[in-house]
Protein backbone atom coordinates (compact mmCIF):
# COMPACT_ATOMS: atom_id res chain seq x y z
CA UNK A 1 0.00 0.00 0.00
CA UNK A 2 1.60 3.13 -0.83
CA UNK A 3 1.95 6.44 1.68
CA UNK A 4 -1.06 8.16 0.25
CA UNK A 5 -2.99 4.98 0.03
CA UNK A 6 -2.46 4.73 3.78
CA UNK A 7 -3.04 8.02 4.43
CA UNK A 8 -6.26 7.84 3.06
CA UNK A 9 -7.67 4.56 4.57
CA UNK A 10 -6.87 6.35 8.22
CA UNK A 11 -8.57 9.63 7.03
CA UNK A 12 -11.71 7.69 6.30
CA UNK A 13 -11.63 5.65 9.55
CA UNK A 14 -10.97 9.23 11.34
CA UNK A 15 -13.17 10.10 14.73
CA UNK A 16 -10.38 11.72 16.63
CA UNK A 17 -12.94 14.89 16.46
CA UNK A 18 -16.71 15.49 16.71
CA UNK A 19 -16.62 16.73 13.11
CA UNK A 20 -16.63 13.39 11.73
CA UNK A 21 -20.19 12.65 13.92
CA UNK A 22 -21.84 14.96 11.06
CA UNK A 23 -19.39 14.49 7.98
CA UNK A 24 -21.58 12.54 4.94
CA UNK A 25 -18.06 12.16 3.20
CA UNK A 26 -14.66 13.05 4.29
CA UNK A 27 -13.26 15.84 2.03
CA UNK A 28 -9.88 14.25 1.82
CA UNK A 29 -7.81 16.61 -0.84
CA UNK A 30 -7.86 16.74 -4.42
CA UNK A 31 -5.58 17.29 -8.00
CA UNK A 32 -2.05 16.59 -8.56
CA UNK A 33 -0.38 14.23 -5.92
CA UNK A 34 3.49 15.66 -7.10
CA UNK A 35 2.25 18.92 -7.66
CA UNK A 36 4.56 22.10 -6.87
CA UNK A 37 1.72 23.98 -5.56
CA UNK A 38 -0.77 23.31 -2.63
CA UNK A 39 -3.84 25.65 -2.21
CA UNK A 40 -5.51 25.28 1.52
CA UNK A 41 -8.87 26.18 2.27
CA UNK A 42 -10.26 26.19 5.78
CA UNK A 43 -12.84 23.39 5.64
CA UNK A 44 -16.19 21.70 3.48
CA UNK A 45 -19.14 23.61 2.97
CA UNK A 46 -22.16 21.55 1.97
CA UNK A 47 -21.56 20.94 -1.64
CA UNK A 48 -18.28 19.98 -0.65
CA UNK A 49 -19.49 17.07 2.12
CA UNK A 50 -21.75 16.39 -0.26
CA UNK A 51 -19.54 15.09 -2.99
CA UNK A 52 -16.34 14.95 -1.14
CA UNK A 53 -14.43 17.03 -2.81
CA UNK A 54 -12.96 20.29 -1.86
CA UNK A 55 -14.18 23.66 -3.51
CA UNK A 56 -16.92 22.21 -5.68
CA UNK A 57 -19.68 24.87 -4.19
CA UNK A 58 -20.10 28.84 -5.61
CA UNK A 59 -16.89 29.67 -3.54
CA UNK A 60 -14.85 26.35 -5.99
CA UNK A 61 -16.18 27.68 -8.88
CA UNK A 62 -15.14 31.34 -8.52
CA UNK A 63 -11.61 29.34 -7.66
CA UNK A 64 -11.32 27.25 -11.02
CA UNK A 65 -12.21 30.73 -12.27
CA UNK A 66 -9.17 32.52 -10.61
CA UNK A 67 -6.71 29.78 -11.14
CA UNK A 68 -7.87 30.07 -15.02
CA UNK A 69 -6.99 33.26 -14.90
CA UNK A 70 -3.44 32.46 -14.58
CA UNK A 71 -3.29 29.35 -16.77
CA UNK A 72 -3.75 26.76 -13.78
CA UNK A 73 -6.58 24.32 -12.98
CA UNK A 74 -7.41 22.26 -10.49
CA UNK A 75 -5.68 19.04 -12.32
CA UNK A 76 -2.37 20.82 -12.34
CA UNK A 77 -2.06 21.79 -8.76
CA UNK A 78 -3.17 19.73 -5.57
CA UNK A 79 -6.25 21.35 -3.19
CA UNK A 80 -6.91 20.56 0.48
CA UNK A 81 -8.32 21.87 3.70
CA UNK A 82 -7.25 22.25 7.41
CA UNK A 83 -10.52 20.13 8.59
CA UNK A 84 -11.72 17.52 6.01
CA UNK A 85 -15.14 17.46 7.79
CA UNK A 86 -17.69 19.76 7.20
CA UNK A 87 -18.30 21.92 10.19
CA UNK A 88 -22.15 22.41 11.22
CA UNK A 89 -23.37 25.88 9.61
CA UNK A 90 -21.00 26.43 7.57
CA UNK A 91 -19.16 28.03 10.98
CA UNK A 92 -14.60 28.19 11.63
CA UNK A 93 -13.27 25.32 12.66
CA UNK A 94 -12.61 25.20 16.06
CA UNK A 95 -8.49 25.53 17.00
CA UNK A 96 -9.48 22.29 18.56
CA UNK A 97 -10.46 20.65 15.63
CA UNK A 98 -7.52 22.16 13.61
CA UNK A 99 -5.29 20.96 15.94
CA UNK A 100 -6.37 17.50 15.33
CA UNK A 101 -6.64 17.31 11.72
CA UNK A 102 -4.25 19.48 10.61
CA UNK A 103 -1.96 16.49 11.28
CA UNK A 104 -3.26 14.68 8.12
CA UNK A 105 -2.76 17.92 6.45
CA UNK A 106 0.54 18.26 7.63
CA UNK A 107 0.96 14.67 6.52
CA UNK A 108 -0.05 15.16 2.36
CA UNK A 109 2.24 18.58 2.87
CA UNK A 110 5.16 16.48 3.14
CA UNK A 111 4.24 14.02 0.68
CA UNK A 112 3.37 16.18 -1.61
CA UNK A 113 6.78 18.72 -0.64
CA UNK A 114 5.26 21.73 -2.45
CA UNK A 115 7.45 24.60 -3.52
CA UNK A 116 4.58 27.15 -3.31
CA UNK A 117 1.92 27.12 -0.76
CA UNK A 118 -1.04 29.57 -1.49
CA UNK A 119 -3.66 30.25 1.83
CA UNK A 120 -7.33 30.37 0.54
CA UNK A 121 -8.30 33.05 3.27
CA UNK A 122 -7.49 34.27 6.65
CA UNK A 123 -8.17 31.23 8.85
CA UNK A 124 -5.19 29.15 6.87
CA UNK A 125 -3.10 31.92 6.82
CA UNK A 126 -2.91 32.05 10.37
CA UNK A 127 -2.23 28.34 10.65
CA UNK A 128 0.37 28.55 7.81
CA UNK A 129 1.87 31.86 7.86
CA UNK A 130 1.61 33.57 11.30
CA UNK A 131 -1.30 33.28 13.75
CA UNK A 132 -1.40 37.35 13.69
CA UNK A 133 -2.24 37.30 9.98
CA UNK A 134 -3.90 40.05 8.97
CA UNK A 135 -5.56 39.38 5.71
CA UNK A 136 -6.78 42.83 4.90
CA UNK A 137 -2.97 44.17 4.82
CA UNK A 138 -1.04 40.89 4.07
CA UNK A 139 -2.77 39.12 1.17
CA UNK A 140 -0.72 38.52 -1.70
CA UNK A 141 2.63 39.49 0.06
CA UNK A 142 5.04 36.51 0.07
CA UNK A 143 6.46 34.67 3.13
CA UNK A 144 8.39 31.15 3.77
CA UNK A 145 7.54 28.23 5.57
CA UNK A 146 10.31 25.54 6.21
CA UNK A 147 11.15 25.55 2.04
CA UNK A 148 8.22 26.66 0.63
CA UNK A 149 7.06 30.26 -1.04
CA UNK A 150 3.64 30.99 0.87
CA UNK A 151 1.19 33.77 0.10
CA UNK A 152 -2.57 34.20 1.07
CA UNK A 153 -5.26 35.19 -1.56
CA UNK A 154 -9.09 36.64 0.00
CA UNK A 155 -10.88 33.00 0.71
CA UNK A 156 -13.36 32.86 -2.25
CA UNK A 157 -16.39 33.10 -0.37
CA UNK A 158 -15.12 36.32 0.65
CA UNK A 159 -15.21 37.56 -3.00
CA UNK A 160 -18.45 36.21 -3.53
CA UNK A 161 -19.44 38.74 -0.62
CA UNK A 162 -17.58 41.53 -1.28
CA UNK A 163 -16.72 41.92 -5.01
CA UNK A 164 -14.86 45.03 -4.43
CA UNK A 165 -12.07 42.86 -3.09
CA UNK A 166 -11.78 41.42 -6.91
CA UNK A 167 -9.07 43.90 -7.95
CA UNK A 168 -6.36 43.29 -5.24
CA UNK A 169 -6.94 39.77 -5.95
CA UNK A 170 -6.04 39.54 -9.50
CA UNK A 171 -3.09 41.08 -8.02
CA UNK A 172 -2.09 39.00 -6.11
CA UNK A 173 -3.05 36.79 -8.67
CA UNK A 174 -0.57 37.86 -10.50
CA UNK A 175 2.30 37.87 -8.15
CA UNK A 176 1.28 34.06 -7.94
CA UNK A 177 1.95 33.78 -11.71
CA UNK A 178 5.69 35.22 -10.91
CA UNK A 179 6.33 33.59 -8.70
CA UNK A 180 5.74 30.07 -10.74
CA UNK A 181 7.43 31.70 -13.24
CA UNK A 182 10.44 31.59 -10.50
CA UNK A 183 11.07 28.39 -8.91
CA UNK A 184 8.28 25.96 -10.42
CA UNK A 185 9.78 23.56 -13.23
CA UNK A 186 7.02 21.44 -14.44
CA UNK A 187 3.09 23.52 -14.22
N1 LIG B 1 -14.48 26.70 1.68
C1 LIG B 1 -13.32 26.12 2.05
O1 LIG B 1 -12.51 26.69 2.79
N2 LIG B 1 -13.08 24.90 1.59
C2 LIG B 1 -13.90 24.26 0.77
O2 LIG B 1 -13.58 23.13 0.40
C3 LIG B 1 -15.09 24.89 0.40
C4 LIG B 1 -15.37 26.12 0.86
Redesign the pocket.
Known sequence: MSSWDSLYEQCLKCNKCALAEGRTNL?FGVGNRASEILFI?????EQ?DLQGE??V?R??KLLDSMLEMINLDRAKVYIA?IVKCRPPHNRDPYPEEQDTCIEWLNEQRRLINPKIIVC??RISAMRFIKPDFKITREHGLWFKNENADIMALY?P?ALLRDPGKRPETFEDLKRLQEKIKEVCTNI
Request: glycine letters at 36%; zero cysteines; aromatic letters at 6%.
Open positions: VGEGPGEPFGAGNLGHA
